[in-house]
């Protein structure tokens, strides 16, 4: 079966760093498109950043401007999302998704197209 599995999330404060991690099983994250979203109470999910299977390439989302940087590791079949400069707006249970290939090319969007989620990591930044 196909799992994804994030961890990493907690409280820190702004200005703090954080990584989060996404374990992948089922699928190689060499072959499928891996993606973060986060989602706060009352506002719709938001696609943060994702890394294509085929290329390793990544994107990001704009308001994300340089601080988040999301990578691989072929070996542990994991991706992470490294945040930096962490503000309160980064505030929300962060998601990771896996990409069918088949289905489109990575991308950062509200998810739709991503078949695989995982059950999401608290991240709260707050004084």
């Known amino acids: 079966q196909v799992q994804l599995v994030e961890s990493g999330g907690g409280l820190v404060q702004p200005g703090q760093s954080l990584r989060l991690s996404c374990a992948v099983s089922g699928i190689s994250v060499d072959d499928y498109g891996v993606g973060w979203f986060r989602q706060a109470p009352g506002i719709e999910r938001e696609g943060v950043s994702c890394i294509s299977g085929s290329d390793g390439s990544t994107h990001y989302a704009d308001s994300m401007k340089g601080r988040f940087s999301i990578s691989r590791d072929s070996a542990e079949n994991t991706v992470y999302l490294q945040m930096n400069s962490l503000k309160p707006d980064d505030t929300a249970v962060y998601y990771c998704?896996?990409?069918?290939?088949?289905?489109?090319?990575?991308?950062?969007?509200?998810?739709?197209?991503?078949?695989?989620w995982g059950q999401g990591t608290q991240v709260d930044v707050s004084s």
């Open positions: 998704a896996a990409l069918d290939p088949h289905l489109g090319t990575c991308r950062v969007s509200k998810g739709s197209e991503y078949a695989y």
